[in-house]
C-alpha cells in the first residue's frame, strides 16, 4: 500500500509497552496499515516477570507523525500503552557529565564525529576542568563546577537540571562522573540517565576494586552500564562486557583494561538506547538488539 | 481474548516467508486474533538483499493446529506466504551422519539427554562403527556403512534418503561425517541439512589446515556451522564461534581445541534450526534468536 | 650437550618456588646442564604481592628422576626452594567427586578418552547413585555414598580421605558435588582441590542465583575454578570464564548456559592443574599457561 | 645480590634468539648473576618448526647497559645470539603512516597520552590532510604528501626511509594507510613495519569485502595485525581480534565493527612489539606476552 500523498517516505521508531493482552500487535500494526506504513523490522517480547507487553518496531511512511498519532490514539487508549514514535537515527539530546577521566568521553565524542553514534551532546558539564581541551577539539560546549565545598554539590546537580530544561535534554551519560546522584536527581532522571563502572567475578565491595582484584587474582575485569537509580550501582543492566587478565597484570595494567571495557560497554549502551532499543521491564531491561 | 472452548493452550511457532509488502503484520496477526491467540514472542527482519520479509513469532491458543491453518489460508493465499507451524519445544526428527570423531555426537546426545536440546535422534548412520557404543550408551540406534569400495557412497547415500523417509526426518546433521555429499543430495536436503567445520583467520585451503594455521602462527581457531549445499563449505552460515591460542600450541592442541570450538558451534545451529530460528535469506540466513 | 648414556630421553616438568632473590635461575640451570638437560619451555614470575619467586619450566634429558634431583639438591638447599619434578604428561591421580549433575563428570571423561586431559580417574566417589552409568560407560569405578542423614557426611568425607590414601590421590576434583566440605577437610587438601561454581557480574548472594540473575536482567553468565578452602568459595581463582546472555533467556535456560560455562572452566582448570601450570601464591594463583 | 656501586636499578628487557642448544639459559643468567641483576620476568620458547630458541626476561640491576653487554658478550659469541637490551618502558621511536581513516589513529594518540601504550610519535605521515587536526590535538608532527600522481608514490617512500634514518625510527605502523608498500620497502622495515587489516571467517578476496561479508551472512568480524612483508596481507600475524555480528546488520555497521577490532588489534600488537614482546620465528609470530 502506496502512500497517496506525494511526501517522502521518513523511517519511524515506534516503541509500545503495556500489559499483556492478545491483539495488540493486530491492533498496532492496523494502525499503521491505516498511515501506509511498511514495517521493516520489529521485535517484541512478554515478560513473564512483571506480565508486561513491550515492542519495538521500525516503520517507513510518508504519513507525517500527528497522522500516525492520529491512527493510533484509539489503539493506545483501548490497550492502555505507553509508546513513544521517533525518526529512526534522530540524533539523541545527551547531557555528559564528567570528570577527570577521558577515556569514556574521548570515545563517545570520537564516535558521533564518525557518524557512529547517533546523538548530539549539547554540553559537557564536568566537576574538574580536564576535559575541556577534548570538549573544545570536537566542538563541543563544555562547562566546569566543583562539586566539592559547601553547596557545591546542590549547585552542580541544579545546573544539571537547569541544563537538562534549557537543551531538551533526553539522556544524561555519566562518563566515570564519580559522584553519587542525590535519590531526587535519581528519580527525576529515571530510566534516561546511564552510569557506566567496572565489574568483577565476583564483586568488590569498597575501595581501590582493582587492588582487591589483583589480590584476588581474577581472570576476568569487566564492566557495567546500567541506568542510575537511588540504589547506587544497582540500576537496572544494560550491557556488560569482559576481557581476560593473568597473574602478570599490575593493578595499573587492569585499570587500563578495564577502562577500555568501560569505553566499549558505555558506548554500547549509549547506543542501543539512542536506537529506542532499550526499555525498561522492572528491575531489568528488554534490549531490542 | 480467551479461547470459547475448553481445550488446553498450546503455544506454538510460525514463521512466515514472502515478499516484503505493506500490511503482512496486521494480516497475519489478525489470523491469530481470530482463533483467540496472544503472541508472546515474535520477531521479523525486512531483507534488503532480496526484499523478502522474514517473521517468527509464537502465539499461545487453545485453537488447534487446523483451525489456526484456517484463519491463515486467506492471508497466505494473499501474501503468497510460506509458513510454518509447529507446537514450541516439539522434538525434531534429526538423521545424525558421522564418521570416527566423537565430540560432536557426544555433545548432541548429551545435551538431548539433559534436556537442554529439543531433538529426538531415530538414527545415526556412520562409515565407520566407532560411535556405536556411544550410541548404544544413549539408546539411540545405529548403523554402520562403509563409504570405501566401489558403489559404497551411493549405497550410503540411498540408506540416507531411506532413512529419511522411514523416520520422517527434519533435520539431517552432518556431525563430522568427512565426506562431500553428492551434489543431488545437496540439493534434496536444501535448508535442512548442517554441517560443522573449521574456520581460520585467514582461511586455509587445502590438506591439513591445523597444520596450515600453525604454521602462519594464527591467534583465533573456529568453526562455522552452514547448510550443505553442493558449493562445498559455501553453504549459508548459521554460526561461527573463535578460541584464542597462541604460538605455544601443537598442531595437535590447535585441532583439540578447534573441535570444542566445532562442539558449540553446531550445538547452536542445530538448537536453532529446532526452534525454527534460522531462516533461509538466499545465500545467506536470518536467525531469530 | 648430549646425555653420554644411551638412556632415551624423556621431557620432565620442574616447578620451583622460594622467596625471590637474584641468581635462582641462573642456579637451577647450571643444575640442568649438569644432567645434560636441554630447556623446551620455561616460564617465571616474580610475584610483587608475596615477594616470592616462582618458575615452571620443562627439559628433555636422558638423565634419571633420581640423578636430576641429586643435581638440584645444592640448589634446593641453598635457595630453599620448594620444587616438584614430574614426567610430562604423566596423567594425574584424580578423585571426583559428585552428587546429580552429570555435565562437568561427562566433559571430563570425555575428554580423558580422547586424550586431551592428562588425568585418571581411579574413583568416582558421589552422595548419589545418578552418575554410574555414565562412570560405567568410561570404565570408571564409581562408589555411591549418601551425605544425608546422622553422621552421614563425616563417613562419606573419611571415605574421601581413604580412597586418597589408597590410590595415591593427587588431586580432587568437586564436579557439581553440592556439599561444603568441613574445614579440616579443605585444610588437609589444600592446593589439590578444584571446585567449579558459577559466577555473575554483579555477584549474588544467597539460594537461587541464576533467578536473582534473571530478575537483575545480567548480560553475562560465567563460572569460576578455584581451589577449595574453607572461607566458602572465595579460595584462590585457577579460571573464569562467560558467556553472553540476554532478556529471553528464562531462569532454566541460563542455568543451562550456566552449565556450558561450568564445563570449559572445570576442564580448563583441571588441564592446567596436571600440567603443573598452577601455582599457588598466597590468596592467588600463577597460571603459567 | 646487591650491586656493589649506589647507581641507581634500572629494569631492562633482554630478548635472546639463537639455535637451539642445552645450556643457553643457564649462559645467559650466567652472565647477569655477574651484573648483579634479578630476573623479574622470564619466559622461552623453542620452535619446533624451526629448531630455534627465543627468550625474552626482565631483569633489575644497577649495571650500566655497557657493562650488561661486556658480560653477555662471550655468551653471544658460544650460542651465535641475536639479542636487544632495552629499559623496559622506554617509549620506542614509532612512524605513523596514515591515510583518511582516523579510528586507529585516533585510538594509538589516546593511548599514548593517557600512558597505556609506551611508544612516541616523532611524525605522522599521510596521503591526505584529514588526520591533520588530531595530530595537531596531540602535539603529533604531521606532514601531507599525495601517493596520486607520476612518481608520487616513490616520492613518498622516498620520505618515509628519510624520516626513519631523521628521527632513528624503530617501528613503522600502518594505521589504515591503504597503500601497498614497494617489496623493496618491505624488506628494509622487516620485522619493524606493522599492518592491520579486517579478517573474516571465512575470507574474502577482492574488492569491498564488508559487502562480501554481509552478502555471506558472516557472524564473526575480526581484525589481523601482522607484520607487513611484500606476500601482501601475508606477513606473520602479531594479533587477531573478533567481534560477534548478526544478520541484522548493514554493511555500513559491519564496517563500524570492523574498525573497532581495527583499534583493539592494532593497539595490542602496537603494545607488545613496544614491550619486546613479539619474536619472528619463521613465517610466525612468538608472542611472550
Given at each position: 500500500m502506496s502512500s497517496p500523498t506525494a511526501s517522502p517516505t521518513v523511517e519511524y521508531v515506534l516503541t509500545v509497552v503495556c500489559e499483556?493482552?492478545?491483539?495488540i500487535v493486530h491492533a498496532v500494526t492496523g494502525a499503521i496499515v491505516e498511515v501506509g506504513g511498511n514495517i521493516t523490522e520489529s521485535r517484541q517480547f512478554e515478560s513473564g516477570a512483571t506480565q508486561r507487553f513491550y515492542m519495538r518496531l521500525q516503520l517507513a511512511t510518508s504519513a507525517s507523525p500527528a497522522e500516525i498519532a492520529a491512527a493510533l490514539a484509539p489503539v493506545v487508549e483501548r490497550f492502555g500503552i505507553e509508546h513513544r514514535l521517533d525518526e529512526v537515527a534522530r540524533p539523541v539530546r545527551t547531557l555528559i557529565l564528567g570528570s577527570t577521566a577521558k577515556h569514556c568521553v574521548n570515545d563517545l565524542l570520537f564516535q558521533i564525529d564518525a557518524g557512529h553514534l547517533p546523538i548530539e551532546v549539547p554540553l559537557i558539564l564536568a566537576?574538574?576542568?580536564?576535559?575541556e581541551p577534548l570538549a573544545t577539539f570536537y566542538g563541543v560546549p563544555f562547562e566546569h563546577l566543583p562539586t566539592?565545598?559547601?553547596g557545591a554539590k546542590a549547585a552542580f546537580e541544579d545546573r544539571v537540571r537547569e541544563a537538562v530544561v534549557e537543551h531538551d535534554v533526553e539522556l544524561v551519560v555519566l562518563?566515570?562522573?564519580?559522584q553519587i546522584l542525590t535519590p531526587e536527581l535519581c528519580e527525576e532522571f529515571e530510566g534516561r540517565c546511564i552510569n557506566i563502572h567496572h565489574s568483577f567475578l565476583p564483586g568488590f565491595k569498597g575501595a581501590n576494586p582493582y587492588r582487591q582484584a589483583h589480590a584476588r587474582g581474577v581472570k576476568q575485569i569487566g564492566a557495567t552500564a546500567h541506568f542510575v537509580t537511588s540504589d547506587l550501582d544497582e540500576g537496572p543492566i544494560i550491557e556488560q562486557d569482559v576481557i581476560r587478565v593473568d597473574h602478570t597484570r599490575s593493578p595499573q595494567e587492569l585499570m587500563a583494561i578495564g577502562q577500555d571495557a568501560e569505553v566499549r560497554t558505555l558506548r554500547q549502551a549509549v547506543t542501543w538506547f539512542s536506537q529506542s532499543r532499550v526499555l525498561l521491564d522492572g528491575t531489568r531491561t528488554v534490549i531490542f538488539r
Open positions: 499483556d493482552r492478545p491483539g566537576n574538574h576542568p580536564t576535559l566539592k565545598g559547601e562518563a566515570r562522573y564519580m
